[in-house]
Nanobody, 125 residues
């Protein structure tokens, strides 16, 4: 069973940066895609960024495009999300997700089988 453990969240001032990490273990051969989602209070979970195992053509939601980077360290089975120029509206619980979503499902919550426990990012104004 794949296990995902996020880290790196916390309290950040607006304009600052945060780097989230997602370490995967157990059955990682079943992972073809890894994504970061976020969920703010009272809101639906939404995809922030997603990346194939190959690392090619990562997806970024419009609200983070140009100020976020998803990357991976294959040797460490770890995926990162670097977010810069943070805004108060970026405040949310950030979740790492992994799986083998078919085309058309890679930005959808239902496309992923494995989830981390989430890490809180709070951006103060």
């Amino acid at each position: 069973q794949v296990q995902l453990v996020e880290s790196g969240g916390g309290l950040v001032q607006a304009g600052g940066s945060v780097r989230l990490s997602c370490a995967a273990s157990g059955g990682t051969g079943r992972i073809l895609y890894t994504a970061w989602f976020r969920q703010a209070p009272g809101m639906e979970r939404e995809c922030v960024a997603a990346m194939a195992l190959s690392g090619s053509r990562p997806y970024y939601a419009d609200f983070v495009k140009g100020r976020s980077t998803i990357s991976r360290d294959v040797a460490k089975n770890t995926v990162y999300l670097q977010m810069n120029s943070l805004k108060p509206e970026d405040t949310a619980v950030y979740y790492c997700a992994a799986g083998a979503p078919p085309l058309g499902w890679r930005q959808k919550e239902a496309g992923y089988n494995f989830w981390g426990q989430g890490t809180q990012v709070t951006v103060s104004s």
